[in-house]
């Protein structure tokens, strides 16, 4: 026991970090799984951490409900942003989301007296405790999973595969899209509120275009062909720094050249099913 003790007081905040970027990493599969290239989850994850921070520290709402906020503060922003975005698609889809995160970052700048401007919000409680992050991950892998067995589900991987045939079977592109990009929204927001409550100081330059980059990143690594692959990025994208850390100035460079590496020998991810299928056929 004081062997484990030992090590969650040091790595305690490691861990917990590992499951708030697992949710990022399946907020922004959910928007890929419908053929969206949206970049607009970092700032999600801003608007969520600011809304429940600030409700946490102005008003003594209780955590439940302010996980609650940080959940709709963004899904409602999502969902007024969506109708003219999203009618974009691709780069200039990512574009505009990227400029969105922009705007986020430099309005929590610009208000100083609500948000703390650049110095950002510091003595946020820290009352996120390693079962809230364990019951949100898991509470995301099983709404994703059921709801990829579902119609809607269905829907999301016909319109990813091509948009035009999926509306000519009668599925409601625009409604589906909508659904996808204010769900993502919903859980960035979580992880970003969890994480507000874990580290007990948020800055805006957290939630900016190096955040956004990121975690595309871990989605893209693990693979989107299925739950597993955004939760496997987002771990090996937590940890490598820390695997790395004794390369002191050269972390940065290998960590650029492992990422570069699987995305050229592995274009579909780290979890490919249908790779690992062909492997065993081949042994068989």
Avoid at 8 to 16: D, G, P, R
Avoid at 82 to 89: D, H, M
């Amino acid at each position: 026991m004081d062997a484990f003790d030992n090590f969650w007081a040091i790595y305690s905040n490691l861990v917990l970090t590992l499951g708030t970027n697992a949710l990022l990493a399946l907020s922004i599969y959910l928007t890929l799984s419908c053929g969206l290239l949206a970049m607009a989850n970092g700032a999600f994850m801003g608007i969520g951490a600011y809304t429940a921070s600030l409700l946490s520290m102005n008003t003594a709402t209780p955590f439940p409900l302010a996980l609650l906020a940080g959940m709709a503060a963004p899904s409602l922003v999502a969902f007024l942003i969506g109708k003219p975005t999203l009618r974009l698609s691709g780069v200039y889809l990512a574009m505009a989301t990227l400029g969105f995160g922009e705007v986020v970052r430099i309005l929590i700048l610009n208000t100083e007296d609500l948000t703390g401007g650049a110095l950002g919000l510091n003595g946020i409680p820290q009352l996120t405790q390693w079962w809230h992050v364990l019951l949100a991950v898991v509470l995301a892998l099983f709404v994703l999973w059921q709801l990829k067995r579902t119609r809607i589900g269905r829907a999301f991987e016909a319109i990813k595969e091509d948009e035009t045939a999926a509306a000519l079977m009668g599925i409601d592109v625009a409604a589906h899209k909508m659904l996808a990009f204010v769900l993502g929204a919903a859980i960035a927001g979580l992880a970003g509120a969890l994480n507000a409550h874990l580290t007990f100081f948020i800055g805006p330059n957290e939630y900016g275009f190096d955040r956004g980059v990121e975690i595309l990143t871990m989605a893209i690594l693990g693979g989107i062909n299925g739950l597993t692959g955004p939760v496997l990025g987002a771990v090996i994208l937590t940890l490598l720094p820390e695997v790395l850390r004794g390369l002191r100035d050269f972390r940065l460079v290998v960590n650029g050249l492992i990422l570069v590496v699987i995305t050229l020998f592995l274009p579909r991810g780290l979890w490919d099913p249908m790779r690992f299928r062909r492997l065993l056929g081949r042994k068989d």
